[in-house]
C-alpha cells in the first residue's frame, strides 16, 4: 500500500530491496481510503477484509432469500438468515476474515456483481454495477472471474441483450483501468501481476490441500450438496414444464460448478484456503436453501398432523447448527492469543538486529518501522525458473549485510524448502549460524557462542 501510493509500486526487480507485486491495487487503495482518516494502516487492512466478509455474507442471504419458491415470507427470512450464518461458518471464511488479505474484498464485489446481474430484470441499470463490480474484483485479484463467467452465460442464455450490454461494458471498463494502470506504473503492473507471479503447479497438491482447507466443514457440505441437487431438481422440472427459468436459480446453478472447476488454481505453490471462498458463497446459498426447505416440510408436516415427522425434519438443521457452534470462537482465540505472546519474543530478540532483516512474517517488521526488503516465496519460484538471479540476496548475506532473517520453521521443513533455495538456505547457515526457535518459527542470527544448534526460546516481556 506504502509503495503504491507513493508510486513506486510495480517497480523493477533488478535491485535490492526487490519487492514483488502479486495483486492489482483496488485492496490496497481501500486500505489507504481508511489509512488516510488516521486510522493504523495494519488495522485499516483487516477492517477491508472484515467488513467485505460481512457484506458477501449480506449478498449471501439475500440470494438465498431470492432462490426460494412462493410461499410464506418465515421461510424466505430464514434463507436469509441461514445464507449469511452458513457463509461465515466456513473455515475458509472465518480464518482469512480478519487477516489483511485481498480474497475478502474481491469475494465481495464478485457477489455484488453476480447479485446485480439477478436484479437486473427489475432495474435495467444494475447491469452496468455490476459490470463496475467485476472489474473491481478482477482488480483486486487478478483471477477473480467466476461469478462474471456464471453470470454473462445466465445472461447469455436468458437475457442476450442485457448479456451483450454487460458483456461489452466489464470488457471496455477493464481495458480501461488496465490502460490507465500500464501507464502509471510504466509498463510495471503487467511484469509484476503475469510475469513475476509465477508459482510451480501439482494436480497432485489439489486434493490434499482441500482435504485440509475443509476438513472441519464436512456437515455445511453435506447440506449444501443437498441444496445444490434440489436445486437442479427443481430447475429440471420446471424446463420440462416448460416453466421460464428463474435468473437467480440458473445463475447459482451455474456459478457452483464453475466456482468448483477454478479450484484447480489451488494445485500451485503458495495456494491457501483462500481460495474457496467465492466457491464457497456459492454453496452458503445453496445450503440456506436447503435449511429453509427442510424447515418448510417439517411445518408442512405439523400442518398434516404428523409431529414426529416435523420433529425428525427440524433435526436436521439442529443437528448441523450444533456440529458448527464454537469452531470460529476456538480457532480464532487459540490462534491469536498464541501468535501475540511469540510475536512478542520475536521483537525482543529482532529488536537489536543490526542490518537488513529478511522475514517471511511481514507484520512483525512494520510494527518494528523495519523495511520490507525481500520476499523469499516469490522470489524463490522466480529463481527456479530463471527470471531473476538469487546471488544477489546470496551476497548481502554473506556480506553480512542481513542481520537476521525469520522463518517459517527450519531446512526440512516444507514451509521453509519452499520459500528458500538450496543456495540461499546454505548461504544462511553459512553466515546466521545461530537459531532461536519461538514457536513454529526460527530466527536466524550470526554465531553468538559458537553454536549451530536450535535454541529455547527467549523469555518474552511480560504478558498481559
Request: charged content about 15%.
Amino acid at each position: 500500500m506504502v509503495e503504491i501510493v507513493a508510486g513506486r509500486g510495480y517497480a523493477p526487480i533488478d535491485g535490492f530491496p526487490a519487492i514483488v507485486f502479486h495483486y492489482p491495487p483496488v485492496f490496497h487503495l481501500a486500505t489507504f481510503t481508511l489509512a488516510a482518516m488516521g486510522l493504523d494502516p495494519l488495522y485499516s487492512g483487516r477492517i477491508v477484509s472484515l467488513v467485505s466478509t460481512a457484506g458477501s455474507a449480506f449478498f449471501v442471504g439475500d440470494l438465498a432469500r431470492r432462490i426460494m419458491p412462493q410461499g410464506p415470507a418465515l421461510f424466505s427470512r430464514i434463507a436469509t438468515i441461514a445464507g449469511s450464518i452458513m457463509f461465515v461458518l466456513f473455515e475458509a471464511v472465518y480464518r482469512w476474515a480478519p487477516q489483511m488479505r485481498v480474497d475478502a474484498i474481491a469475494c465481495f464485489f464478485a457477489i455484488a456483481g453476480l447479485w446485480c446481474v439477478t436484479q437486473c430484470d427489475r432495474r435495467k441499470g444494475l447491469i452496468y454495477v455490476a459490470s463496475v463490480c467485476f472489474v473491481l474484483s478482477a482488480f483486486s485479484k487478478q483471477v477473480s472471474v467466476v461469478a462474471a463467467a456464471a453470470s454473462f452465460v445466465t445472461l447469455l442464455l436468458l437475457r442476450p441483450q442485457q448479456a451483450t450490454r454487460a458483456i461489452s461494458t466489464t470488457l471496455l471498463l477493464g481495458a480501461l483501468v488496465l490502460a490507465a494502470l500500464v501507464w502509471q506504473t510504466h509498463g510495471g503492473i503487467i511484469y509484476h501481476l503475469f510475469l513475476y507471479n509465477i508459482n510451480r503447479f501439482e494436480m497432485a497438491r489439489i486434493l490434499p490441500n482441500l482435504r485440509d482447507g475443509t476438513r472441519l466443514d464436512i456437515p455445511l457440505f453435506l447440506i449444501c450438496g443437498s441444496g445444490y441437487l434440489k436445486m437442479a431438481a427443481e430447475s429440471w422440472r420446471d424446463r420440462r414444464l416448460k416453466t421460464e427459468p428463474k435468473l437467480t436459480r440458473t445463475a447459482i446453478l451455474f456459478f457452483v460448478p464453475i466456482a468448483t472447476l477454478s479450484l484447480v488454481t489451488t494445485g500451485k505453490f503458495g495456494s491457501s484456503s483462500s481460495y474457496y471462498i467465492q466457491w464457497i458463497a456459492g454453496l452458503a446459498v445453496c445450503g440456506a436453501f436447503a435449511v429453509a426447505s427442510i424447515l418448510q416440510s417439517a411445518s408442512s408436516q405439523l400442518s398434516l398432523g404428523s409431529p414426529i415427522r416435523a420433529i425428525c425434519w427440524a433435526l436436521i438443521p439442529l443437528l448441523l447448527a450444533l456440529s458448527m457452534v464454537g469452531h470460529p470462537n476456538r480457532w480464532l482465540l487459540k490462534s491469536i492469543n498464541a501468535r501475540r505472546g511469540e510475536d512478542a519474543e520475536l521483537v525482543q530478540i529482532l529488536g537489536p538486529v543490526k542490518g537488513d532483516i529478511i522475514s517471511d512474517e511481514m507484520v512483525i517488521l512494520m510494527r518494528m518501522h523495519r523495511q520490507i526488503v525481500w520476499e523469499p516465496a516469490i522470489f524463490a519460484e522466480l529463481a527456479r525458473a530463471g527470471r531473476w538471479d538469487e546471488r544477489i540476496v546470496i551476497a548481502r548475506i554473506r556480506d553480512h549485510r542481513v542481520g537476521a532473517v525469520l522463518s517459517d520453521g527450519d531446512r526440512g521443513s516444507t514451509w521453509f524448502d519452499e520459500r528458500y533455495n538450496p543456495a540461499v538456505a546454505d548461504a544462511i547457515d553459512e553466515a546466521l549460524p545461530r537459531k532461536i526457535r519461538v514457536g513454529s518459527r526460527v530466527v536466524h542470527l550470526p554465531a553468538a557462542a559458537a553454536t549451530s544448534t536450535i535454541e529455547t526460546p527467549i523469555s518474552a516481556a511480560p504478558r498481559r
